[in-house]
């Protein structure tokens, strides 16, 4: 079970208003290599891994929940007060016809949210490895966001969300690590 | 030697019939998570509050990514 704390893991504040920021945005909330596909697949994959490293793909899954969640406040505060004319504009008038200004879990193309976007091998360093490839992965999505973004204040946000992506493939690097039982070995030489 | 970087560069081959103005010089990031391998104990901790901004109370993990444009404007390193 989860006991939830009803704030953001990282204060979002958005200072522009351009719709078209949450076009891009929306490849990390529905996308392939996105938070919702990152909580999925971490917290699906831990019940056929070493029990060593069950409870970081558990910590890891949960705290991308937490990044979600931010995803999803920078999206409706892009798109909240923006009217039909401005979405369309920002080339999100297809997502207006089908769901309003509702958010829907699907990638900066309109491509719904799919399982097929998350892995489950069984076999625990393919999964580790899995792992540590989408974080890269995400982590060059959040470059090529900051990039396309004139909003210093949602930058701000994505470069936190940036910097765990680092820290959480450090650590899916030293499960690996783990379970390959060498550290102790190696401190002989 | 060259000072360390975590942004690497290389050249590109440049065609004299370009389409576009060319990039003579690409760039990609290799992350501190490359370098670290598994952590060792003691490395030196941003406090409480600088932790929190950071995303991380390792500073050997720290590695703020600046856009395009703000790099035009004087950020980054």
């Known amino acids: 079970m989860w006991v939830y704390e009803k704030k953001l893991q990282y204060p979002v504040k ?3 208003c351009n719709p078209m920021l949450a076009k891009f945005l929306i490849e990390q909330y529905g996308g392939a290599d996105g938070e919702l596909a990152a909580a999925l697949r971490y917290l699906n994959q831990r019940y056929t891994i070493p029990d060593k490293v069950v409870g970081l793909l558990t910590d890891i899954g949960t705290e991308e929940f937490a990044h979600l969640e931010m995803i999803a406040t920078m999206i409706y505060k892009l798109t909240k007060d923006a009217t039909p004319e401005q979405l369309k504009e920002a080339g999100i008038g297809e997502h207006y016809v089908n769901h309003d200004r509702a958010l829907f879990y699907t990638d900066a193309a309109g491509n719904p ?16 490895y899995e792992d540590i490839a989408a974080e890269e992965k995400a982590r060059a999505t959040y470059q090529w966001i900051i990039d396309q973004s004139d909003d210093p204040d949602i930058n701000d946000s994505l470069k936190f969300l940036r910097e765990r992506e680092i820290i959480h493939s450090q650590r899916f690097r030293e499960a690996v690590e783990i379970l390959k039982e060498d550290r102790d070995r190696k401190k002989i030489f | 030697m060259a000072k360390f970087t975590l942004r690497k560069q290389y050249r590109p081959y440049v065609s004299p019939f370009d389409p576009c103005p060319s990039i003579r ?3 990609y990031v290799t992350p501190p998570n ?3 391998g598994f952590q060792p104990e003691k490395l030196p901790q941003f406090n409480a509050k ?11 993990f720290y590695d703020p990514y600046y856009g395009s444009e703000e790099k035009e ?5």
């Open chain 2, 25 to 27: 010089v690409k760039t």
């Open chain 2, 50 to 60: 600088q932790a929190l901004f950071a995303g991380t109370l390792w500073k050997v």
């Open chain 1, 113 to 128: 949210f799919t399982a097929t976007y998350i892995q489950a091998k069984g076999d625990p360093i393919a999964d580790l």
């Open chain 1, 14 to 16: 958005v200072s522009k």
């Open chain 2, 34 to 36: 490359l370098y670290v």
């Open chain 2, 73 to 77: 404007k004087g950020g980054g390193q």
